[in-house]
């Protein structure tokens, strides 16, 4: 009961008190490994591997936690939670921008999640499928993907997934350069979170729409709308979305002739952008440093930054390739652990039903003595009676 209550209590302070929704999370998954209480350690290990990887951005430090949570679940052949635990592992490498395995992980999460039959995992796996294809700017299959998963967040009343969802299919249209249509989705998005008080999306649709304003010359109202997302985003020491609008605001002072203000703003972004390491983030911060000074006209200077996105490009191709290496041994590590548990479970099963067999002799043998007793006292009476 305290391992189930501390990690629900986790679970439902991810969003507001980070820190403390970690500490009771690590503190469950303590007592029930302890305890040897495995099923809810993979519980509580998905919900910690969740917090790190989702808001606070630690991505090496919640992999562990995700194959944990894998593994148990494919121990207990729990369909549903291997779902989920291969949608999580999936969100690790779209912010790693390993759109390969993104894809691979959302493919199997589908799978999971259309056999347990469950339709909020299922909108999960669509969203997972749309971030891998955007990665890979397969755009319609994204678009595709994130109005499913809208369309059943929607029958489901589920506001959060949801809104967040449509910000999403914003971005999508944003790339596409149809900032009518992801204007749209912007606004949609800020309203349905702001009903919902979910300050985290409200922010990202604030930068968004601030974006649309950038690309359309008005950065007045540019700047307006960042700064909004800025505000929410440094209540709540939200450093991915800090870093986006430090981004947006310092390619509006290239275009407003702010040089000090905007290379404040760069440099400020960078070295977040260094503390929080996630790869796209990185490549995104040094390919913006370029931008900025190629709105300057300031080419020496644009060249340089851009030859340290090609470096962070490449040694990113790199990383990925670990990874792929790494996860494919991961797997191999889990199918191993998973034929000695079925080796070892058999070999429990085939103890119980010796032990059954035994149990059944000996009642069997134990019926078989009462009736004989029973016989011989009847016959004994019998014989007693005729003389």
Known sequence: EKITYLSNLSWSLRERDTDNALRYGKQAIKLADSLGFTNELGIASNYVGVILLHYQYRIKEAVPYFHTALEIALQFNDTLRIGYSYNNLGDVYYLT?????????????????????????????????????????????????????????????????????????????????????????????????????????????????????????????????????????????????????????????????RKEEGEEELFSALELAKELDVPLKLIETYKTIARFYLNLEEFDLAISHFDSFIEMYDSLYLAQQYETLSELQNNFDVQQKLRESERSLEIQRIEELYLIAILVLVSFLTFVLFWRYRLKKKLTRRITKEQ
């Open 97 to 257: 921008g390993n759109a390969p395995l993104a894809l691979d992980y959302a493919e199997r999460s589908m799978n999971y999640s259309e056999a347990a039959n469950d339709s909020l995992a299922i909108a999960y796996s669509h969203i997972n499928f749309g971030l891998a294809h955007g990665l890979e700017e397969n755009y319609e299959s994204a678009i595709e993907h994130f109005n499913e998963a809208i369309n059943i967040r929607k029958k489901l009343n589920n506001k959060l997934g949801f809104a967040s969802a449509q910000h999403q299919l914003g971005d999508v249209y944003f790339e596409i350069g149809d900032y009518e249509t992801a204007m749209k989705y912007y606004q949609k998005s800020y309203e349905h979170n702001k009903e919902i008080d979910n300050k985290k999306w409200m922010a990202f649709s604030l930068d968004g729409i601030g974006n649309i304003f950038f690309m359309e010359k008005e950065y007045d109202a540019a700047l307006k709308h960042i700064d909004q997302s800025l505000k929410l985003n440094e209540e709540r020491d939200h450093v991915y979305g800090i870093i986006d609008n430090k981004l947006g605001k310092a390619l509006i002072y290239s275009k407003t002739n």
